[in-house]
């Protein structure tokens, strides 16, 4: 059977997606090369991608407008707590263990969806708080994720509230260990009887989506048990990765639950704490615009649970 001819909407999606995709600022013979049109039939498609806001031009390069940016922040991370959010419930069914869902941000990590099992009630579900890499499992676990470059930021955070970087007990050898694994384990870091193990969502190399955490009391990770949950884990994280990588990939057609940000077990969605986007992004820059940096809500010492 031939393959149905592209239509308008296809070749403009093809368009944002290979310049949201690209490592480097693409030009038009680049892009209009990767997905395949004629670099006449390209530019007449960016020019109303950029007049919407979608695609960004500098110079004879493309980079994601205003509306991706939007999209991917709040809209986006709205979609990615509706579409994780049976995963979420089954893995937490499975291990009986409370289960959040954490976002990267510019310099740490944020919970945007939790589920909780009754009897692990008296851990702080920390839904919509921001977590450092040094005292959470869950950022961890998606620094180990990042290229070394992508990592400063969060290695700068945990170096000015003084911890310590170097070292068998230092934070890099911390990553080291997570990324040669694929796992983060924290075992009451925070002086507390709670244990958690994180695990990164990647759907490209160095840039990972989210992370599942598992969140219990210390027996509940001992060395019997900690195999079988490493493997849940691990089957939960690829099956949102298979979810996440978009049509085609996932028998997901519909979504029949979507987070609700309360302060109750098994909370869900943001609390309103989201990085703030920039209303209207320079347009001299030749490279991606970074966002602004997260308001610093780290929870306090005596109300945190390891995430």
Not at 28 to 54: C, K, M, P, Q, S
Not at 182 to 201: D, H, I, M, T
Not at 204 to 212: E, F, I, N, S
Not at 253 to 272: I, L
């Amino acid at each position: 059977m031939p393959a149905a001819p592209r239509t308008a909407v296809d070749k403009a999606l093809d368009l944002v997606e290979a310049v949201a995709r690209a490592s480097q600022p693409p030009r038009l013979v680049d892009l209009a090369e990767e997905v395949g049109l004629h670099r006449a039939t390209a530019y007449r498609v960016l020019v109303d991608l950029v007049r919407r806001g979608w695609v960004l031009r500098a110079g004879d390069r493309y980079l994601p407008g205003t509306a991706v940016l939007q999209l991917s922040s709040s809209a986006a991370r709205n979609s990615l707590g509706a579409l994780a959010r049976p995963v979420l419930a089954a893995l937490s069914e499975r291990t009986g263990m409370m289960v959040n869902l954490q976002v990267p941000e510019v310099d740490r990590s944020r919970v945007i969806d939790v589920v909780r099992p009754d009897r692990l009630a008296m851990i702080s579900s920390l839904t919509g708080q921001a977590l450092p890499v040094h005292r959470f499992a869950g950022p961890l676990a998606l620094v180990a994720a990042l290229s070394p470059a992508d990592r400063v930021p969060y290695l700068r955070a945990a170096e000015e509230s003084g911890y310590p970087l170097e070292g068998p007990d230092g934070l890099l050898a911390d990553i080291e260990d997570a990324e040669r694994t694929g796992f983060a384990v924290e075992y009451g870091r925070n002086e507390q009887p709670v244990a958690s193990l994180a695990r990164a969502v990647v759907t490209r190399p160095g840039a990972p989506v989210c992370a599942l955490t598992l969140v219990g009391l210390g027996p509940d990770f001992g060395e019997a048990r900690l195999p079988g949950l490493r493997e849940r884990l691990r089957e939960a994280t690829e099956e949102l990765a298979r979810i996440l990588a978009g049509p085609g990939t996932s028998e997901v057609t519909e979504v029949t639950e979507v987070p609700q940000a309360t302060g109750a077990t098994g909370a869900t969605g943001a609390t309103g704490q989201a990085s703030p986007l920039p209303s209207s992004p320079s347009l001299t820059t030749s490279a991606p615009l970074p966002l602004s940096p997260s308001p610093d809500a780290s929870p306090s010492p005596s109300t945190e649970g390891p995430a």
